[in-house]
C-alpha cells in the first residue's frame, strides 16, 4: 500500500522540498499552509505531476483551538481521496523565524514562538495519533542552533530544545505502537528564513560557510531527501534521535 506523508508548512522552503523528495521516494503527500493557498497548490500540483497523489489543507500550527476540527477535516480528506481513515507519516516542519536579544524578546514573541514550534507540534501530534497508522513515523524539525548558540536566537532555540526532548518521549510512549520518532535539526540553509539573511547576504553566507567543515551553507536540497530517507523502510530501526543536518557546522 502506498505511503500518506502529512507535512506541516509545505507550501514553502523545507517543508516543500521535503514534499516533493518525499513523493520523489514513493509516497502520496498531504500539505499544509497558513495563508499562501496558492503556493500550496503549486506544490500539489508538482507533486501529481511526479505520478503521485496530493492534497492541501489550510493550518495554521499555532492556534491550538483549531486541531480537532483540522483533524476532522483531514480524516475526511483521507476517505475522500485515498479511500482510507488514516496516514503513515507525519513530518511537523511548519514554523517561522523571530529572533531578539534576550533582553530584548517581548512576551508575545516568546509566546508566538512556543505556540508554533512546541506547544503546536505537542498538541497537532496529540491530535493526530488517532489518525496515525501502526508502525507509522514522525519526524520533528529542530534546528542547530539549540547545539550551537549565536545571539539573538534564544527563544526560538529554547523552543526547539523542548521539541528535541518531546521526541523522546514520543519515541518512548508511541513506541509500543512501532511509530518511530526523530528530529532532524538542519543548520544554516539557504532559503527565506528570517528574510532570507542567509541566501541574500553574501557577508552571512561567507562566514557561515567559513565555519562548515563541507565549505558551504546548506541548500534545501540537503534537507529534503535525507527526510524522506529518514521515513523510509531502510531506516525502520531509527527511533528517538536528534540527525543534525549541518554540514559539520560549528564543529
Not at 507550501?11 to 502520496?28: E, I, P, Q, Y
Not at 506544490?43 to 505520478?51: H, M, S
Not at 513515523?137 to 545571539?151: D, E, H, K, M, Q
Not at 523552543?159 to 505502537?177: D, S
Amino acid at each position: 500500500m502506498t505511503k500518506i506523508t502529512l507535512i506541516t508548512g509545505g507550501s514553502r522552503g523545507l517543508g516543500r522540498n521535503t514534499a516533493l523528495a518525499v513523493a520523489r521516494h514513493g509516497d502520496d503527500v498531504i500539505v499544509t499552509y497558513h495563508s499562501r493557498a496558492d503556493d500550496a497548490l503549486a506544490v500539489v500540483a508538482e507533486i501529481e505531476a511526479l505520478g503521485r497523489k496530493a492534497a492541501a489543507l489550510q493550518l495554521d500550527t499555532g492556534r491550538i483551538a483549531d486541531f480537532p476540527a483540522f483533524a476532522e477535516k483531514l480524516r475526511a480528506t483521507l476517505g475522500d481521496v485515498w479511500g482510507r481513515d488514516s496516514f503513515d507519516h507525519l513530518v511537523n516542519n511548519a514554523g517561522h523565524g523571530d529572533s531578539a536579544a534576550i533582553t530584548e524578546t517581548t512576551e508575545a514573541q516568546f509566546d508566538r514562538l512556543v505556540d508554533v514550534h512546541f506547544k503546536g507540534v505537542f498538541f497537532l501530534t496529540q491530535a493526530l495519533l488517532p489518525l496515525l497508522a501502526e508502525g507509522g513515523r514522525i519526524v520533528n524539525f529542530s534546528t542547530g542552533l539549540t547545539r550551537f548558540a549565536y545571539p539573538g536566537y534564544g527563544a526560538y532555540a529554547a523552543a526547539k530544545g523542548a521539541v528535541e526532548v518531546l521526541t523522546r518521549y514520543m519515541a518512548k510512549e508511541l513506541g509500543p505502537r512501532g511509530i518511530a520518532v526523530n528530529t532532524v535539526a538542519p543548520g544554516a540553509i539557504e532559503t527565506d528564513f528570517r528574510g532570507g539573511a542567509v541566501r541574500d547576504n553574501p557577508e552571512i553566507n561567507k562566514q557561515l560557510a567559513s565555519i562548515t567543515a563541507l565549505g558551504r551553507v546548506g541548500v534545501p536540497d540537503d534537507i529534503g531527501p535525507m527526510v524522506a530517507s529518514l521515513l523510509s523502510p531502510a531506516n525502520r530501526w531509527v527511533t528517538a534521535q536528534r540527525i543534525e543536518i549541518s554540514g559539520g557546522q560549528a564543529i
